[in-house]
Structure formats: C-alpha cells, structure tokens
C-alpha cells in the first residue's frame, strides 16, 4: 500500500522538508485523489489507515482519514480505521527509543510540525493529530515515562493547552515551551533549543499568564479554583 503512494510531494519540499525525512516517515502523494499522505500506525508500528492533505487550495476537508472510497480508488480492501483518538503518530519510534534513553519527548499538534522538529533535530517528537487529548492518548503517553514539553500551537484558543498541561501533570513531568510565532514548523533550530531550554514548568507556567494571553489565563485558573 506504501508503495502507491511512494512520491515526494513537491508541496513539503516547497515548505523546506527534506526527501530523506519525507520518505523516513513514509510520507507520499496520492495522486487520484490530491493528497499529501501520511501513515497511521499504532503504538507497536502497525499500519492502521492513512491520512490525507489536501494538496491543493478549496479542497474539501483540508484533512481526511482514508475510508472506503479512497481504498476502492486504488481497488484495494478498506481498513476501518477511521478514529485517530487511539494513536499519537511517531509514537512507536519514541517509545522504542526512550526505553534506552532518558531523553525528553516533545508533543506537538500535527504532522507537519512533527516532521519540522525532527528535521531540525529533536528526534523525540509525537503528534496528537489535533488540539485536544483523549484519554487514550493521555495514557500512552504517561507511559513512556519522559519528561513531556507540550510545543501545541499557539492559537486563538488555547483552552486545550491548559487542560492538557493539567491532566499530564498529575503524572508526568510537563514543560510548557513559549515561543513567538503560530505553530513550530516556522522555527528556526536555534529558536527551538531556545524555546526548550527555557521552556517553564506547568507549575511556573501557571503562576504567570504567558505572553499576550493574561486574561486567558487568569479565567481559566479561576475557574480550575472554582471547580475544586
């Protein structure tokens, strides 16, 4: 199946992603259907489904996962996979991984931004494919047993941050990264390692309201306080 998609898509490289970490991770381009692809594998590295991107601008939805008529397209069977609560992507490599190591692991929202940090050298990265955690999610990464820097997206939103940084702390050691632009994948290497190595405790994070979002935070840790 791998094989039917095994084609650089020439919108990542226009973005500045390399061949060699593109066909790492088996990301392709389906060309019946104009979509970046990426694989979706569990947490043993079995291949479950795929996800699609749309490759060009106005396709709807801008993110698919594969079901049945993208399978049929090719004449192959489909997989059923169709809920992406159940896998953290790259977290098969980071789990085999961390079981010799000690190292940080770095969770981000996406594909693209998981892709980015590893090119530019931090090889311990997972994505949630999304802004929100299931439980499921939350328990596999308890289970690695890492120190946890939550690199989410900076959005207009950020609930998810917060609540996130929440549940994993009672468990883990969580480190909030803060850096100035929207998402990672627009970082240079050295503003990453920055953000990283400054990258404040949920505990100090908490005590103070990150840049630009005071009054977020503030409502957020009054209602926490409320609540208990």
């Keep these: ?6 084609f650089a898509p ?3 490289l226009l973005w500045g992603f390399q061949k060699k970490v ?17 694989p979706l594998r569990d947490y043993t590295g079995q291949l479950v489904g795929f996800s699609g991107r749309a490759a060009r601008d106005g396709m709807v939805p801008r993110f698919k996962f594969y079901t049945k008529p993208e399978y049929e397209a090719w004449g192959l069977p489909a997989t059923g996979f169709e809920d992406k609560s159940h896998i953290i992507w790259n977290y098969d490599q980071v789990r085999a991984a961390s079981a010799f190591s000690d190292t940080p692991v770095i ?14 050298g931090f090889t311990s990265v997972v994505a949630l494919l999304g802004s ?6 939350q328990r596999l990464l308890e289970r690695l047993g890492s120190k946890l820097y939550l690199m989410l997206d900076n959005d207009g939103g950020g609930q998810h941050k917060y609540e996130m940084a929440r549940s994993l702390s009672q468990s883990c050691k969580v480190h909030i990264p803060e850096y100035p632009t929207r998402q990672p994948d627009t970082l240079t290497p050295e503003q990453i390692t920055e953000a990283i190595d400054s990258a404040p405790s949920y505990l100090s994070w908490t005590a103070r309201a990150p840049i630009g979002q005071p009054d977020l935070v503030k409502a957020y840790l009054r ?6």
């Design 223 to 228: 209602r926490q306080k409320n609540n208990s």
């Design 132 to 137: 929100s955690m299931s439980h499921t999610q």
């Design 107 to 120: 969770v981000v929202e996406g594909f693209k931004a998981c892709l980015w940090l590893y090119q530019c």
């Design 22 to 38: 593109l066909r790492q991770f088996n990301v392709g381009y389906d060309t019946k259907h104009d979509r970046i692809t990426f």
């Design 1 to 6: 199946i791998l094989g039917l998609f095994d």
């Design 10 to 12: 020439r919108q990542m």
